[in-house]
């Protein structure tokens, strides 16, 4: 069983940045799809980014592009969220989630969709 760890949360300023980091144990993350999901207080967890099991192939959220980068190096098993130009809206706990990828589309954006889930960081931006 996948087990995922987040890190990197915290708390900017508007424009700011951040970057978020995701520790597979457990299995092998080039045998998984990945991505980032979110959930601001009140809200349903929302889909942000996901990358395929390479990591040479990658799907972002219309609120996120070109703002916000997912990479993977599966040599150390993480998955990071580089985030830029943040706003007070991207206010929320950032979750990492994967499933083992075997064929058809590389991403998905329910979260019933994803099988292994971390406990999520918290990002806090003020305006």
């Known amino acids: 069983q996948l087990q995922l760890v987040e890190s990197g949360g915290g708390s900017v300023q508007a424009g700011g940045s951040l970057r978020l980091s995701c520790v597979a144990s457990?299995?092998?993350?080039?045998?998984?799809?990945m991505a980032w999901f979110r959930q601001a207080p009140g809200e349903m967890r929302e889909f942000v980014a996901a990358?395929?099991?390479?990591?040479?192939?990658?799907f972002y959220a219309d609120s996120v592009k070109g703002r916000f980068t997912i990479s993977k190096n599966n040599a150390v098993n993480t998955m990071y969220l580089q985030m830029s130009s943040l706003k007070p809206e991207d206010t929320a706990v950032y979750f990492c989630?994967?499933?083992?990828?075997?064929?058809?589309?590389?991403?998905?954006?329910?979260?019933?969709?994803?099988?292994?889930w971390g406990q999520g960081t918290q990002v806090t931006v003020s305006s």
């Open positions: 990358i395929s099991r390479s990591g040479s192939r990658t």
């Open positions: 989630a994967g499933f083992q990828y075997y064929s058809g589309a590389y991403y998905r954006t329910e979260p019933s969709q994803y099988d292994n």
């Open positions: 457990g299995g092998a993350s080039s045998r998984y799809s």
